[in-house]
């Protein structure tokens, strides 16, 4: 059974800081996907992740997708408030293009 | 097209009763998604359809829940006999899907949240 596992699962942190969310999967894959929710709203799409070494930037938010690994990074350059939200990757794994996701990680920043 | 559509935003309900919620996909999306998200989790898949085709559903769609495609435009999903460990949010998105493009993005509706009293 794939699994996909995000880690931290929080974190709190303060306006300036750098830090790095972990997203791994258990099986082969070669597309991932970063999702962003804002508390009480819906889901929206930041990254789509395609091949190895696969590397796309928005922002303060940089993600990258290592498939020998099965583990993708997104990087969050001197923090600001706005990016407090719950960060969730999804990995697709068939030819059918169905999504496996991560549990989420809630990103706090604090003033 | 504004996006994906969900109706109702918010349904409370009595133990017992049948709900039925409406997603209106984007209008050129060929796949329609369902899931359900509880507080502090991930979109759990509950099922999916390729224009008016249902290809898949999952174990979490008991025979309480039903949903269709009329037509492969907008979708409804019923669930019967609501009970409260119904209560969750329930996300519809769409995609395009093509060998051409070789990615499945979903573009999320609102979501319906549902509480079971």
């Known amino acids: 059974e794939l699994k996909v596992e995000q880690n931290p699962l929080f974190l709190s942190m303060q306006e300036g800081k750098n830090y790095t969310i972990y997203c791994n999967y258990s099986?082969?894959?070669?597309?991932l996907y970063w999702y962003r929710q804002d508390p009480g709203k819906s889901l929206e799409s930041l990254f789509v992740?395609?091949?190895n070494g696969a590397v796309k930037q928005e922002g303060r938010l940089m993600a990258s997708l290592d498939t020998k690994a099965r583990l993708s990074t997104l990087h969050i350059t001197a923090a600001v408030h706005d990016l407090s939200a719950t960060y969730f990757c999804?990995?697709?794994?068939?030819?059918?293009?169905?999504?496996?996701w991560g549990a989420g990680t809630k990103l706090i920043i604090k003033p | 097209d504004t996006g994906v559509s969900q109706d109702p935003r918010h349904k409370i309900t009595k133990r017992g009763q049948n709900v039925t919620f409406r997603c209106d996909p984007i209008?050129?999306?060929?796949?329609l998604y369902w899931y359900r998200q509880t507080l502090g989790q991930g979109p759990e898949f509950l099922t999916y359809?390729?224009?008016?085709?249902?290809?898949?559903k999952s174990r979490l769609l008991s025979d309480r829940f039903s949903a269709e495609r009329p037509k492969g435009s907008f979708s409804t999903l019923e669930i019967q006999r609501t009970e409260q460990g119904d209560s969750a949010m329930y996300l519809c998105?769409?995609?395009?899907?093509?060998?051409?493009?070789?990615?499945?993005?979903?573009?999320f509706g609102a979501g319906s949240r549902l509480t079971v009293l």
């Open positions: 998105a769409s995609s395009l899907v093509s060998r051409l493009r070789g990615a499945n993005v979903l573009t």
């Open positions: 209008s050129e999306h060929n796949r």
């Open positions: 359809f390729q224009n008016e085709a249902q290809l898949e």
């Open positions: 099986t082969t894959s070669d597309r």
């Open positions: 992740l395609l091949s």
């Open positions: 999804a990995v697709h794994v068939d030819s059918n293009y169905q999504l496996i």
